[in-house]
């Protein structure tokens, strides 16, 4: 799956669905974190949808992978049955 067109009221959701918190608003910019994150995460709200290499650098950021956002976009997707 591409992380190309995902719109930033999808991107804020899944932060929040991670425990991250907006802490603050700078010019352009949304500032979310957590305690356990060395850095917050940094949107850019003039750009929607998110850029792929934005969401890969926060999900970097946040300790979470790419496979841990595709099964929460398409929960049941990816879990096989037997």
Do not use: A, C
Not at 5 to 16: A, E, H, P, Q, V
Request: aromatic share 6%; charged share 30%.
């Amino acid at each position: 799956m591409s992380l190309k067109n995902i719109k930033l009221s999808i991107f804020r959701d899944y932060l929040l669905s991670k425990g991250l918190k907006r802490i603050r608003i700078n010019g352009g910019h949304e500032i979310w974190s957590r305690l356990d994150l060395k850095r917050p995460v940094v949107l850019q709200t003039h750009e929607n949808p998110v850029p792929e290499h934005v969401i890969k650098n926060n999900l970097r950021t946040m300790k979470s992978n790419r496979t841990e956002f595709e099964e929460w976009l398409n929960p049941g997707k990816n879990n096989k049955t037997s």
